[in-house]
Structures are given as structure tokens and as C-alpha cells.
């Protein structure tokens, strides 16, 4: 595909945050967009904005709402964005979830939807399949330290909880059902609010899992405080949306500022 070509969407976890951000911004290109949603009245303004969004109600747990999400036209959509996050609430001195394994099941779930169309053979697959745009995290990282010293507590005590989960679901991708699939997994730090900055202003590094240990080396680490929800939103639709993501595939993608 081209970069101008528009493309067709799914966003899970399109109703805050990053996934909102890259929802807006995937609209106003021009791009046919399914998202799944518990509420869809959440998206109710950009429904009457946009006609090229379809919003399918449902939950990640509901494979039926998922495969409905994936289809477009009697077509397999071309990407697929997971921005799926866990919400949690204060335990102690740290967090839990009431549903500490959300982005890995929520994953998990997306490719069995996906591997059931595939088998059924009753929609159109793109070539070579759907391509993958995932939201994790830094912190995780098995190449080294990729988060400020002074964030290690926070990251490695009060947030294990939602980090054990994105790694479950990197795992699903690198070593699981998702290994022969076209994915990109993004890395964001810490992600705040606020407008965004542009392309220009976010940091951008890249591990491939993997590689060999002279790859390793080769591959530098972003290491920074924060960044917007807006840019990483941008950063998707940009690189992975309208622009040829094949260059990511297979690669962990740090953002920051």
C-alpha cells in the first residue's frame, strides 16, 4: 500500500487515552475505522462527525464483538491497534486490578477472533495478514534499564501489577500465538496528558527481540521521564496508519521526549 492509501482500522480500547488519540487523528485521515466498546455513547460526538466510524458494542472477553470489529466490507481490516489498558486502583502501597491480566487476555482473545475468520474463510484476508500496532510499556525491557532511576520504584514496586500484564501480552506476540503476525509493540513513557508536540519532539528507539548481540548493541535506548498520550497517538497513525509500518515490524518501539 501506498503512503496515501487510505486503510481500514480496529482500535481496541478506543475510548480514552491513546486510543482515543489515535482514533481522532486515524478519522480525519480519512480512514474507515471499527472500534469495540463497552459504552458507545462515549464516542457519540465523533459518530455524528465522522461516517467512516463504526462502533461495534462489546468487550474485549466477547469474541463474537471482536471478529465483527476485525471485518469491514466482508474484509479482514488492514491494521489492527491494541491500546487495551488496565484500570487500577490503589492497594497498600501499591496498585491492583480487578482484572490483572486484561491486556494479555484482551490480546489473546484478538487473536483467536482473527484465527477464527482465517479458518472460516468466509471474509477476505489481506495479504500477508493484519499488522499489529501494540500498546506496552517501558520498564519491561530484557535488553536493560530504559526508564530513569528515579522512576524505578514507582515502575518496579507500585506498578508491577499492569507491567506483569504487558509483559504476558509482548510474550504473546514474540513467542505465543502472535509470533508469525506483522507487529509492532510501542513503548511509551510514563504517559501523561497534555497537547501534543509534534513528531519532531519525541525520541524514538527501537529493540529487536531476538537479534544478535552485535544487533543489540547497535540499538540504542530512549530513556526519558514522560510522554504526551496525544504524540503516542500520532506516532501510530503516522508510522503505522498512514505510513509503511513494515520497517517496524517484529520490534519494540520506545517513545519518549
Known sequence: MSKSTQKTVAIFGATGGTGLASLKLALK???????????????????????????????IHDIAAIKSTLTFNNRVVDIVISAIGMVIELAGLGFSSKDPTICADGTKAILSALS????E??????????????????????????????????????????????????DLMIHGEG?????????????????????????????????????????????G??????????WIVEE???GDGSKWHGKMVTLTY
Request: hydrophobic letters at 35%.
Open 29 to 59: 485521515a480519512g480512514n474507515s475505522v471499527n472500534v469495540l466498546a463497552r459504552t458507545p455513547s462515549k464516542l457519540g460526538d465523533l459518530l455524528s462527525q465522522y461516517p467512516n466510524l463504526h462502533i461495534v458494542k462489546g468487550d
Open 116 to 119: 477464527q475468520l482465517e479458518a
Open 121 to 170: 474463510k468466509t471474509v477476505q484476508i489481506p495479504s500477508g495478514g493484519p499488522e499489529f500496532a501494540l500498546l506496552s510499556t517501558t520498564g519491561i525491557s530484557e535488553k536493560g534499564r530504559d526508564i530513569p532511576i528515579a522512576m524505578m520504584p514507582m515502575y518496579h514496586w507500585m506498578l508491577s501489577v499492569p507491567h506483569k500484564d504487558k509483559k504476558k501480552m509482548e
Open 179 to 223: 509470533k508469525a503476525r506483522k507487529w509492532v509493540m510501542i513503548r511509551p513513557s510514563f504517559l501523561w496528558d497534555g497537547e501534543s508536540k509534534g513528531l519532531q519532539k519525541i525520541r524514538v528507539s527501537t529493540e529487536t527481540p531476538g537479534a544478535s548481540p552485535e544487533k543489540r548493541k547497535s540499538e540504542d535506548v530512549a530513556v
Open 225 to 234: 521521564y514522560v510522554i504526551h498520550r496525544e504524540d503516542v497517538g500520532l
Open 240 to 242: 503505522c496508519v498512514k
